[in-house]
T-cell receptor, first 110, second 113 residues
């Protein structure tokens, strides 16, 4: 699987949009971009995934650049409950290949 | 749906003892995963089952670790004998086959003294 690079930590003001970047410059054509988050002391939670097109669901939006070498997860109106470690994972579509890196610690500030 | 159910939530044991962690996946999911999380190594995939069959156990650290899935609704991860370095949070996750949308349990926190 392609390697991903994420900032170690980010802060965001409550109510503002949180934009979490991820670089995956070695992504191949059949690999998806997945985002998970892990709130302290809980199991990881699936957020969203995409291949080429931008995606949106009730939790977040995923913007993938045209060359697919990077992506951004957007939480449109961050709340304190969104404080968590966010993982960007590139995966070839087979669930067994989900490899979690270090992720980004997002802290939403009141 | 009740989600992925793991037990026990917390286990404290002494070195050398046998530890058994249990997992009930979401009904209808045919893939099951065991992960281990530590501060030093993060989240590591230990083993993956598809349709109750172990597909990839390359992440199992050593022979002291074993996992079984006797049916579609139950899996166990056993450590025998346990060692202090096995202290970690062990997560079970399930999914429908061939998707990356995993549903994780709340984890079992293991402390080996």
């Amino acid at each position: 699987d392609a390697k991903t690079t994420q900032p170690t930590s980010m802060d965001c003001a409550e109510g503002r949009a949180a934009n979490l970047p991820c670089n995956h410059s070695t992504i191949s054509g059949n690999e998806y971009v997945y985002w998970y988050r892990q709130i302290h002391s809980q199991g990881p939670q699936y957020i969203i995934h995409g291949l080429k097109n931008n995606e949106t669901n009730e939790m977040a939006s995923l913007i993938i650049t045209e060359d697919r070498k990077s992506s951004t997860l957007i939480l449109p109106h961050a709340t304190l409950r969104d404080t968590a470690v966010y993982y960007c994972i590139v995966n070839g579509g087979s669930a067994r290949q989900l490899t979690f890196g270090s992720g980004t610690q997002l802290t939403v500030l009141p | 749906d009740a989600g992925v159910i793991q037990s026990p939530r917390h286990e404290v044991t002494e070195m050398g003892q046998e530890v058994t962690l249990r997992c009930k996946p979401i009904s209808g999911h045919n893939s099951l995963f065991w992960y281990r999380q530590t501060m030093m190594r993060g989240l590591e995939l230990l083993i993956y089952f598809n349709n109750n069959v172990p597909i990839d156990d390359s992440g199992m650290p050593e022979d002291r670790f074993s996992a079984k899935m006797p049916n579609a609704s139950f899996s166990t991860l056993k450590i025998q004998p346990s060692e202090p370095r096995d202290s970690a949070v062990y997560f079970c996750a399930s999914s429908r086959s061939s998707t990356g949308e995993l549903f994780f349990g709340e984890g079992s926190r293991l402390t080996v003294l």
